[in-house]
């Protein structure tokens, strides 16, 4: 893509490497100065001055690398990486982006970027997620990505890396985009890295932070602006009263996107943030993919979750005989005996810890590890840490 | 003139005979102590002369030498005095010397003619005994803890004055008899019944204490692990004689005896803080005194916090669970202490403790926390046979009246279950399932047919290593001794597969 560079496309990229991490005033730069390339010229001619608008420290690295073989350097090393970039004036720059306040001045990408990129929601919420928030970040994701919406994420451990799992489990042929708060080379958390490059094989990984630059905390936020800018709208499936996702909920008021919210247990922390935005009218509840889709005009085939049938229920579906469940093809429901459908009644409302089975059970304490073991091993109840169970809801 | 007394030293925690010969002759008057005696020895020249003026006995005037024997080996501390002073007035024909035949004497003397307490004393009395000694003169205040030993007399005294009358017959000092062995338990600590909540960790513990396993408990900060495993002395089962004499001769060693008994009843129960280096772990210093796994011995070593131990004391710490021994080798010194804990390890799941946690949120990153458990090593981690995960304790558990079991009646079922595998390993060598070497797992735990289903099941779901399956086989045919069973059925193994588990939650 590099050989049919404009001159400004050129000059653009350079600008860009030399500039510094944070918000800068390149929209007033570029009114002020008429093209980057008017810039480069008279940097190159050492006439630049600041005007005001460029701070002391970019005006002397402007000036010092001014050069054409400077930036043939730059693009021989965006080359060997594999890098793509696109200025505001690429094709293919996504015109979502091009819409909202700041747009970045430059994205740099792996993998495959559109300009349109059709229908696409982002999935964001916190990194410490609860299985329930992993669950439904899963879930949804992957059926929206079926339905042919793309899924943008930040790719932080957590709902981010969940909701990118899932899209990539879709059968979607341009599933998601992961926004990075880091320079593009520099995939964070680098637990991460093995879910990035399946998602640069048929989506993008992209950031607006040329190769070795180096980022920092504040670059985390700034991101969150691109995350919005790119969706339609914003699905926060778990969030804290006080969460960094709250920032990516401000950018999307601001950008005019449309914010969901997924409702949790008004006892838990990881769900107050998005209950909260419920209650003040600030987000759109979603009990499934369908309450998002309909707002852009679509509507889906089967989207609501399965509730988990109590378990005296399971224990007459058996009878009649249900052929495709996860549960049956471990453990015929059938073979559930008194005792397991006690603890699975048990865990209905809520996971629990070993204690509190314990004590609703009242089974003896050998009798009651077994059961537990035997039910886990059916694929019917999991365990997390903290020694806490719960049920797997077939969703 | 010539007087000879006999005496003990001390090595690890092994006595040994010391001879005391003091020669009185005609010269300048001169004091020399030969025999390798370290500072204390030979100061207790002054001791010793102080003593017996200030006992209104006649202290001789020549030339005097004492002579430790065997020469060459090293002499360390105050137990010579009250020889070398019974030496001295036996060269100087004031006691007879036949009154010394067949006694061993020890103890330090205070400048007055008293006779101050000394440490050691069980197995220097032990090894008095295999010299073929009669009598013992020692101390008072260290009577008691020799009183236990068999075929030897104990005879307390107070002061040098009071030793000589004895000596000569002028008066009569009566033996002291050992009270009855009346094996005490751990009251000082919890009792089970105090524990409330906590069902599953409570029941890991009861397992572990039945076969001897090590335990681990990863939970929240209050949750209930140091109050768990303190509890776990109080269901170990009571100590027999022999073995409250071997804790004993360590605790004696290294002046560590309390209480009026001289004997230690009750299994100890150790907790070093997480700042100890190995030394004092394991033991060493240039004297090659034992260790915190050695004071243990035969009862409980707990590690509070233990990721924030050093790694090389975690390290150290693998041989002695290995063989239940340790030997430290220092340039002066070379000893074998016992070792034969049961170690209860407690630790956070990560730096906030909050890791997982329903009721705080974690502040700790995930490079922290995996930092954090990788402090403790695959090696280690694999010599653990029990892990357990606490759970929350919620308000209305913590303050419920249910009367819980209690520490005695959790003790009897454990001596039961540990009475059956002593029975089964009578002729291995081993006593509990701990010990039990690979190859004999395979004879003794080998699970029915239920069971062995479940285990190849759980090596399906669960991945269940190798390495895991001969641990989960010993830890259920604890479990199943625990409840009488003779066979180790699916409900067993069920069981002993939990207490695999926490690693693949935590450390995979």
């Not at chain 1, 000036?63 to 043939?72: L, M």
């Not at chain 1, 932080?156 to 899209?167: C, N």
């Not at chain 2, 075929?151 to 008066?171: A, M």
């Not at chain 2, 357990?388 to 304790?393: D, H, I, L, R």
Request: glycine share 6%.
């Amino acid at each position: 893509m590099y050989s049919d560079l404009s001159k400004e496309e050129r000059y653009r990229l350079w600008y860009d490497s030399q500039n510094n991490v944070y918000y800068n005033k390149y929209q007033q730069v570029l009114a002020h100065f008429g093209s980057i390339e008017a810039i480069f010229e008279l940097a190159r001619s050492k006439k630049l001055t600041s005007e005001g608008l460029i701070s002391d420290m970019l005006l002397k690295k402007l000036i010092e690398n001014a050069s054409e073989a400077y930036i043939d350097e730059l693009i021989a090393e965006l080359i060997k990486h594999n890098v793509k970039a696109y200025t505001l004036i690429t094709e293919g720059y996504p015109d979502m982006l091009k819409d909202i306040y700041d747009p970045p001045a430059v994205l740099y990408c792996l993998g495959n970027l559109k300009s349109d990129i059709g229908l696409s929601i982002a999935i964001i919420g916190s990194r410490s997620a609860s299985p329930y928030g992993i669950r439904v970040a899963r879930v949804f994701s992957r059926q929206l990505a079926n339905e042919g919406v793309c899924i943008i994420s930040g790719l932080a451990k957590g709902i981010d890396g969940e909701a990118s799992r899932g899209a990539l489990k879709s059968n979607s042929d341009y599933p998601t985009i992961a926004v990075l708060g880091t320079n593009i080379l520099n995939i964070f958390p680098a637990s991460n890295s093995e879910l990035a490059q399946s998602i640069m094989e048929r989506g993008a990984v992209i950031s607006e932070y040329a190769p070795h630059k180096v980022t920092n905390r504040y670059t985390f936020p700034q991101r969150n602006r691109i995350i919005s800018g790119l969706s339609n709208g914003v699905l926060v499936v778990e969030a804290a009263i006080k969460s960094g996702t709250n920032i990516t909920i401000d950018y999307a008021h601001e950008q005019g996107r449309n914010v969901y919210s997924l409702p949790g247990r008004i006892t838990d922390e990881l769900s107050a943030g998005t209950n909260a935005l419920i209650r003040h009218g600030a987000a759109k509840p979603v009990f499934g993919i369908n309450d998002i889709l309909e707002d852009y005009g679509k509507t889906a085939v089967c989207n609501e979750p399965k509730i988990m049938p109590s378990p005296s229920e399971m224990a007459g579906h058996a009878k009649k005989k249900s052929p495709d469940s996860k549960i049956s093809a471990a453990k015929p429901k059938a073979s559930l005996t008194h005792d397991e459908l006690l603890v699975i009644q048990a865990l209905n409302d809520s996971p629990k810890n070993f204690d509190e089975i314990c004590n609703v059970c009242e089974f003896s304490i050998s009798y009651l590890i077994s059961v537990l073991t035997e039910l886990e091993f059916s694929g019917i109840i999991r365990q997390s840490h903290g020694r806490v169970y719960e049920l797997i809801k077939p969703l | 003139m010539l007087g000879q007394v006999k005496s003990c030293g001390l090595s690890g925690i092994n006595g040994y005979p010391v001879e005391i010969e003091v020669d009185l002759s005609v010269g300048l008057p001169s004091y020399d102590t030969v025999g390798l005696p370290d500072a204390a020895v030979r100061e207790s020249k002054e001791r010793v002369r102080s003593a017996i003026i200030n006992s209104k006995l006649n202290y001789p005037d020549g030339r005097l030498i004492i002579n430790l024997a065997p020469a060459a080996t090293k002499k360390v501390g105050s137990v010579y005095d009250l020889p070398i002073a019974l030496g001295i007035l036996a060269a100087n024909q004031i006691i007879p010397k036949s009154a010394l035949k067949d006694t061993v004497v020890f103890g330090e003397l205070a400048l007055n003619g008293d006779v101050r307490p000394v440490y050691g004393v069980l197995p220097m009395a032990l090894c008095a005994r295999s010299m073929g000694c009669k009598k013992l003169i020692l101390p008072e205040a260290n009577a008691a803890e020799a009183s236990h030993i068999s075929d030897i007399e104990v005879i307390p005294v107070k002061n040098l004055t009071q030793t000589c009358k004895f000596l000569l017959h002028r008066s009569k000092i009566s033996p002291l008899k050992a009270e009855d062995w009346n094996p005490d338990t751990y009251s000082a600590l919890v009792d089970f019944s105090d524990i409330k909540g906590q069902q599953g960790a409570k029941r890991a513990a009861i397992v572990a204490a039945s076969g001897g396993h090590n335990l681990l408990m990863v939970g929240a900060p209050g949750t209930g692990k140091t109050m768990i495993a303190k509890g776990i002395p109080g269901i170990l089962p009571r100590l027999t004689f022999e073995e409250a004499l071997e804790v004993t001769k360590i605790h004696s060693v290294v002046n560590m005896l309390e209480g009026r008994s001289g004997i230690i009843t009750q299994r100890p129960f150790r907790s070093p803080h997480h700042s100890a280096s190995s030394v004092s772990l394991v033991g060493g210093s240039s004297n090659a005194s034992p260790g915190e796994v050695s004071l243990a011995h035969l009862g409980v070593l707990f590690l509070d916090e233990f990721p924030e131990f050093k790694k090389d004391v975690m390290e150290a710490l693998r041989e002695p669970i290995e063989d239940g021994k340790i030997t430290i080798t220092r340039a002066a010194a070379k000893a074998t202490y016992p070792a034969d804990f049961m170690l209860v390890a407690a630790m956070n799941p990560c730096p906030c403790g909050y890791f997982g946690s329903r009721q705080k949120p974690c502040t700790c990153s995930r490079y922290q926390v995996k930092s954090y458990l990788q402090r403790i090593s695959g090696p280690m981690l694999d010599r653990i046979d029990i892990h357990v995960e606490m759970s929350e304790v919620t308000y209305s558990e913590m303050t419920s009246n249910v009367q819980l079991e209690t520490s005695e009646s959790i003790r009897s079922k454990i001596e039961n279950a540990r009475a059956i595998q002593k029975n089964r390993y009578k002729n291995e060598g081993i006593m509990i399932n701990a010990q039990l070497p690979p190859g004999l797992v395979k004879k003794y735990c080998l699970p029915d047919e239920n069971g062995a289903k479940l285990i190849r099941r759980a090596m399906d779901v669960q991945a269940l290593s190798p390495r895991a399956y001969d641990r989960v086989l010993k830890v259920a045919r604890t479990v199943a001794d625990l409840e009488g069973s003779t066979t180790v059925s699916s409900i067993h193994i069920a069981e002993a597969i939990q207490y695999r588990n926490v690693i693949s939650k935590y450390w995979i």
